[in-house]
Every structure is written in structure tokens, then in C-alpha cells.
Antibody, heavy 123, light 107 residues
Framework: QLQLQESGPGLVKPSETLSLTCTVSGGFISSTSYYWGWIRQPPGKGLEWIGSIYYSGSTYYNPSLKSRVTISADTSKNHFSLKLSSLTAADTAVYYC???????????????WGQGALVTVSS | DIQMTQSPSSLSASVGDRVTVTCRASQSISNYLSWYQQKPGRAPKLLIYSASTLQSRVPSRFSASGSGTDFTLTITSLQPEDFASYYCQQSYTAPWTFGQGTKVEIK
């Protein structure tokens, strides 16, 4: 079955850019069956969808973050990536990658998720 | 954006209790509603999608219902492993949005 694993730096300075990668196993990001997404959760708080990408390269971003977010995919490495720029302390969070079906009633429902990567924004 | 409001924010219950969590959407989302369980330090786990469809391998003590703006998650006979936070999420219109969560604690 599909498994996802986030990787990237755990500490980033304010005003810099966060870069995370999600490596997929048990399936291919070139599949037409899935969207590949990012969700974050500040410590002790709720969940916020950041954005998703489809195999075609089409991207969908949360308007609240759109000006700072780039999601891309590398089919040769079977991974997709998140870049979030102009970081502040408010961007400190656990960042999860997850997948959702591309069609049907479950589109936009996330399963499975990666284990999460804590990113702290601090100088 | 569609706002999702859960109640209560937290509750205390005993093993064997019946627990109900409510989620309300700021506009009609038909049945595009999912429920997740999250334990401390772990990623959320999908329990239910399409408002009432149990994800595979999720115990049958979990059930959910609702349509439009009002939804409920019910756990019959609460088990020790069910103490966790629960989140609803709408997938009717992007940006996908989550409720603020309900923490189910041991009484």
C-alpha cells in the first residue's frame, strides 16, 4: 500500500524558505488516481491544508498561503516537494504530506499520511 | 472559505461510554465530510469519509451521520485506544478545511 515519508531541515531562519520532500513508496506519483498534498499543524493547534499537486503538474493552493507556496513533483525520484517562503515564527508546525483520490466521493479526503516533519522557524 | 466548527472542544469520558462529537459547516457541504483520529505525536488517521462511510479496518464502534451542515461522529463503547483528538474536514470546496478538533480524554 501507499506509504509517504517527509524529509527536510528541522530548523529554518525567519525570512528564509522552507523546503520539504515527500517520498512515495508503494505507488507512483505519476498515477492518474491521486492528488499529492501538504497539510500543516502548528504545535497544539489544528490542521491547515497547504496545497496539492496532480500528476499533470497542476497545483492547487490554499489562498491564505498561495503567495508563498510552491509544490512541485519529480516523477523520476517518485517524490513531491513543498517550498514555503518568507517564513515567520507562525510557520512553525509539523508538516505532513498525504494523498487523496483524484476522483469519486473521497476526493479531497486524505489517506494515508506521512509521519510528519517538525519545522521550527527561529534564528 | 467554509468554516468547520466542532463541539465540544474537549470531553472526558470513561471506557465503555458512548461519545458523540458534532461538526457544523458554515454552508451546505452535502456529504463531503470526513473524520480523522489523531493520537499525540502521530499523523491523523482517516476514520470516515463521505459523512458516514467507514474506512477499511476501522472498528465498527465508530459511526457517523449527517448531511448539509450538521454532522456527528459517534463512538459506542469507548475503548482505551480511542482516547485521542478527532477532526472533521470538508472536501466540498477548496480550500479544504478542518474543524478545530475535539480531544477525548479519560475521566
Amino acid at each position: 500500500q501507499l506509504q509517504l515519508q517527509e524529509s527536510g531541515p528541522g530548523l529554518v531562519k525567519p525570512s528564509e524558505t522552507l523546503s520539504l520532500t515527500c517520498t512515495v513508496s508503494g505507488g507512483f506519483i505519476s498515477s492518474t488516481s491521486y492528488y499529492w498534498g501538504w497539510i500543516r499543524q502548528p504545535p497544539g493547534k489544528g490542521l491547515e491544508w497547504i496545497g496539492s499537486i496532480y500528476y499533470s503538474g497542476s497545483t492547487y493552493y490554499n489562498p491564505s498561503l498561495k503567495s508563498r507556496v510552491t509544490i512541485s513533483a519529480d516523477t523520476s525520484k517518485n517524490h513531491f516537494s513543498l517550498k514555503l517562503s518568507s517564513l515567520t515564527a507562525a510557520d512553525t508546525a509539523v508538516y505532513y504530506c498525504a494523498t487523496s483520490p483524484a476522483a469519486g466521493i473521497a476526493t479531497g479526503t486524505f489517506d494515508p499520511w506521512g509521519q510528519g516533519a517538525l519545522v521550527t522557524v527561529s534564528s | 472559505d467554509i468554516q468547520m466548527t466542532q463541539s465540544p472542544s474537549s470531553l472526558s469520558a470513561s471506557v465503555g461510554d458512548r461519545v458523540t462529537v458534532t461538526c457544523r459547516a458554515s454552508q451546505s457541504i452535502s456529504n463531503y465530510l470526513s473524520w480523522y483520529q489523531q493520537k499525540p505525536g502521530r499523523a491523523p488517521k482517516l476514520l470516515i469519509y463521505s459523512a458516514s462511510t467507514l474506512q477499511s479496518r476501522v472498528p465498527s464502534r465508530f459511526s457517523a451521520s449527517g448531511s448539509g451542515t450538521d454532522f456527528t461522529l459517534t463512538i459506542t463503547s469507548l475503548q482505551p485506544e480511542d482516547f485521542a483528538s478527532y477532526y472533521c474536514q470538508q472536501s466540498y470546496t477548496a480550500p479544504w478545511t478542518f474543524g478545530q478538533g475535539t480531544k477525548v480524554e479519560i475521566k
